[in-house]
């Protein structure tokens, strides 16, 4: 009996060690003329194979062991001739991941839309997914969501860094030494705190977050006079090695970035806790953290609402919601907790309003835009409401 139990104890040792249960992870597979890889930024087509000529059986699964929170990230180049009809299916590793990211197809790698209702279909326990594409061109781009990767970023921040009052430059760099971007307005004894993309399939936030940031940086009255009293620090990329990597979670220290607040074990936190404190040792007061991220709806977790009429995610949620009468939206607020992410580091250690701006999954991207819009400008409203200290 001991001996059994002691052997069990192996094999359940064994094969939590280091994810050999894996399969084979690969860049590209074709079945005769038609080719599909991942040799880009983001890409990610697990592992791959053929089991009869024009379908593609590829198995997901997520970059470490133990499993993580399934955000079961997929993108690839479907190569071919114009005409040939290609079979995807995609099986979703047991226990870690499902059919989460309706397909999204891209022409150009830019512009996206989904695929049609009628080229998927997903099965009854929503572990597999088949797509039928016709390629209407020699190359077309499939992903779980628009893949905005560092060359977004790149150009983003290029155009930032034309707009005046704005220095870009970088926060650190990652574990793997790609660029953690940065952009600042003028020095302000009030700051606040703007970070995006801990989580590399959380493209969503980083559609809403475009938006946000053109707002609050942009040339109106409100914001002009929102950045005569705050300095603004935008971090849009925090963890570009998992976007690089096509991630599900984590970064390429097998990490989440977002449960890293407080034990700071890794570069991309680090350097961004380091910038903080070297505002606030300048006597700068940091007033305001947002992090933005996707996941199943729109909504806010925020600290507990407080009876404290200045309680400013009531305010500026509240004032949000009045002028969004079509973007149904949650105010999540719940206690503070022990898990190490930035909400709740910010929270706790700097007793600020510290808030986790989250997009649907699936939310209209035009919405998520627009809706941005009004929740930049109601909240410099009400920051700006609030006394200087
Ligand atoms: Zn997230």
Not at 68 to 84: E, F, K, L
Not at 217 to 245: C, M, Y
Not at 304 to 322: H, K, T
């Amino acid at each position: 009996m001991k001996a059994i139990f002691s052997l069990l104890v192996f094999v359940l040792l064994a094969s939590g060690c280091a994810g050999q249960h894996y399969p084979e992870r690969h860049q590209s597979c074709h079945s005769g003329a038609v080719l599909l890889d991942a040799h880009f930024d983001g890409g990610q087509l697990g592992n791959c194979v053929i089991p009869e000529a024009g379908i593609f059986e590829l198995t997901l699964f997520p970059e470490d062991m133990p499993p993580i929170n399934p955000s079961p990230w997929y993108a690839y180049r479907v190569s071919g001739q114009p005409g040939d009809r290609v079979v995807i299916r995609m099986k979703f590793h047991e226990a870690e991941g499902y059919a989460r990211y309706w397909p999204k197809i891209s022409h150009d790698g830019m512009n996206w839309e989904r695929v049609k209702d009628d080229q998927v279909t997903v099965s009854a326990d929503n572990r597999d997914m088949e797509l039928k594409l016709e390629l209407g061109q020699a190359r077309i781009w499939v992903a779980g969501q628009e893949i905005l990767a560092q060359d977004f970023y790149r150009q983003w921040i290029n155009l930032l860094e034309a707009l005046p009052g704005i220095e870009t430059g970088l926060v650190g760099v990652s574990r793997e030494g790609r660029p953690i971007y940065l952009a600042e307005t003028a020095d302000r004894s009030e700051f606040i705190l703007l970070m995006g993309r801990q989580h590399p399939p959380e493209v969503t936030g980083a559609v809403t977050m475009h938006s946000f940031i053109d707002t609050v940086l942009g040339d109106t009255e409100l914001a002009r006079q929102f950045r005569s009293r705050f300095k603004l620090a935008i971090v849009p990329l925090v963890n570009p090695d998992g976007v690089a990597a096509g991630h599900w979670r984590h970064n390429t220290g097998s990490v989440d970035v977002n449960r890293d607040w407080g034990p700071f074990t890794q570069p991309e936190s680090q350097s961004i806790i380091r910038w903080v404190e070297k505002q606030e040792a300048a006597g700068r007061k940091l007033q305001l953290m947002l992090d933005f991220h996707s996941t199943f709806e729109d909504l806010f977790y925020t600290q507990p609402v407080s009876e404290d009429p200045s309680d400013f995610a009531s305010i500026w949620l509240g004032a949000s919601a009045a002028r969004l009468p079509d973007f149904p939206f949650k105010h999540a607020p719940g206690p503070t907790s022990e898990q190490p992410n930035s909400k709740n580091y910010f929270s706790t250690s700097r007793g600020i309003p510290a808030i986790t701006y989250e997009s649907g999954d699936e939310t209209d991207r035009a919405q998520l835009e627009t809706s941005a819009v009004i929740f930049a400008e109601e909240m410099m409203k009400a920051m700006l409401a609030r006394p200087q200290e």
